[in-house]
């Protein structure tokens, strides 16, 4: 079936650091990929998406590239600010005419001044 | 700016409880969403509703209802909470045919039961 699988955190990065989050999924048809971010205390905000495989999504200084090749939508950032500490999640859909997706369990992400 | 709203941030409820968590969208939105987000689980559909008074189970619904009466509002319903049922939940809205825009979130409920 459809799945998300992201890595596990927390991940701690140091102010100005590279950040990379993985984030692979399986699917049966060809849905859209996007980063949810959550800071803390809120819901959840789009944070950039992919509608097709090559498609590059980018917002804030993160990006991420929809592979198929090796079904995987890994966020990047090259250098992470303290206002960056949040929980990423990683999503695929829509899956049907419900407009369901299916969300990664989340990275939580702290950065140290 | 278009808005999902969740009435309440934080619910302290006793078990045994029936509690009711709204959520109201503005966007004329077909489809909405509850979710349940617990650590190292991520999110997890608990049910969904298409159009008012339609709803389907997601992958967790025992121990809830819903009701949608109106197209901008769905409640979520837990008929006799349990501490179990502790847990950050999320509302969140879409249209039909949009779905590569994603999901509007509301900024959730912490329920505690106690």
């Known amino acids: 079936g459809d799945s998300v699988t992201q890595m596990e955190g927390p991940v701690t990065l140091s102010e100005e650091a590279f950040l990379t989050i993985n984030c692979t999924y399986t699917a049966t048809g060809y849905p859209s990929l996007f980063w949810y971010v959550q800071y803390p205390g809120e819901g959840l905000q789009l944070l950039l998406k992919a509608t097709k495989a090559d498609d590059k999504g980018s917002n804030k200084g993160f990006e991420a590239t929809y592979r198929k090749e090796t079904t995987s939508f890994h966020l990047e950032k090259g250098s992470v600010q303290v206002s960056d500490s949040a929980v990423y999640f990683c999503a695929l859909g829509p899956l049907d005419n419900f407009n369901k997706f299916y969300f990664g369990s989340g990275t939580k992400l702290n950065v140290k001044p | 700016d278009v808005k999902v709203t969740q009435s309440s941030r934080y619910l302290v409820k006793r078990t045994g409880e029936k509690v009711f968590l709204e959520c109201v969208q503005d966007m004329d939105h077909e489809n909405m969403f509850w979710y349940r987000q617990d650590p190292g689980l991520g999110l997890r559909l608990i049910y969904f509703?298409?159009?008012?008074?339609?709803?389907e189970k997601g992958d967790i619904p025992e121990g809830y209802s819903v009701s949608r009466e109106k197209k901008e509002r769905f409640s979520l319903i837990l008929e006799s909470a349990s501490t179990n049922q502790t847990s950050m939940y999320l509302c969140?809205?879409?249209?039909?045919?949009?779905?590569?825009?994603?999901?509007?979130f509301g900024s959730g409920t912490r329920l505690t039961v106690v």
């Open positions: 969140a809205s879409s249209k039909p045919g949009t779905g590569f825009y994603g999901y509007t």
């Open positions: 509703s298409y159009d008012v008074k339609m709803k």
